[in-house]
């Protein structure tokens, strides 16, 4: 239990706690609009709803049952959607982690700009990632991809829980036109911030790897070039 409470940052408590609070607020809206209809016809108060319970005696629980919404939300989305993920690539592709497109792309790219010589085939760019990124956190120097993961992870959550939010706002009895504007291009800012924060954290993986290990880099491309030799 140590071990797990060690693993996990503020970054990520509040990461789940965010997105858990959404989509607890917005099931309770959605069961509060139902509970609401249920009164006028029954002719009950409207302080019998779930939301004034909540608001008014609950603070605590509803914190409690955020934080641990947010958790199973995450692992149902990284369960559905990673790496190794059986559904279509082209379609869970923008949801996977470690893309192995995106991964080659930034590896060309910070090649090209260093003018660094390491011939590296396509079918082993994710395989020389992977040890570079094991390398830097072995040794605790991965700076702040950890807060880039977080940030993306977040960002992938609320694309998911984005259009249950949406529901909620509907029948709390917000303008439909507006809901669907809004909600639009927050996903579309979701995907960008999530786009970003992948490219940034591979490329920073191979820059760091690169100048905390030249050694290694320039051993790994002696060998390439030997080999083809």
């Known amino acids: 239990m140590e071990k797990l409470f060690e693993k996990l940052s503020l970054y990520d408590v509040l990461t789940s706690l965010f997105t858990g609070s959404i989509l607890v607020w917005s099931l309770l809206v959605i069961n509060d609009h139902i509970l609401q209809c249920c009164c006028q016809c029954c002719q009950i108060s409207h302080s019998c709803t779930y939301i004034y319970i909540i608001a008014k005696h609950y603070i605590g629980q509803f ?3 955020s934080y641990f919404c947010g958790l199973l939300w995450h692992r149902l989305v990284e369960g559905v959607f990673n790496a190794d993920c059986k559904v279509s690539s082209y379609i869970a592709s923008p949801f996977c982690r470690n893309q192995s497109s995106l991964i080659k792309k930034q ?7 260093y003018s660094i010589e390491r011939n590296v085939e396509d079918d082993n760019i994710l395989k020389e990632y992977y040890n ?3 390398r830097l956190m072995n040794e605790d120097k991965l700076g702040n991809v950890p807060t880039l993961e977080a940030s993306s992870a977040l960002a992938k959550d609320l694309i998911f829980a984005l259009p249950l939010f949406s529901t909620a706002l509907y029948f709390n009895g917000n303008c439909t036109c507006r809901i669907i504007l809004i909600s639009l291009l927050i996903e579309i800012a979701l995907f960008a911030i999530r ?3 992948e490219s940034k954290i591979h490329y920073l993986i191979w820059e760091q790897d690169y100048f905390l290990h030249k050694g290694q880099w320039k051993k790994s491309s002696s060998l390439s ?3 083809k030799n």
């Open 63 to 65: 914190i409690f049952i």
């Open 107 to 113: 590896f060309r790219k910070f090649v090209e700009l």
């Open 132 to 134: 570079s990124y094991y």
């Open 195 to 197: 786009y970003s924060c």
């Open 225 to 227: 070039q030997a080999s």
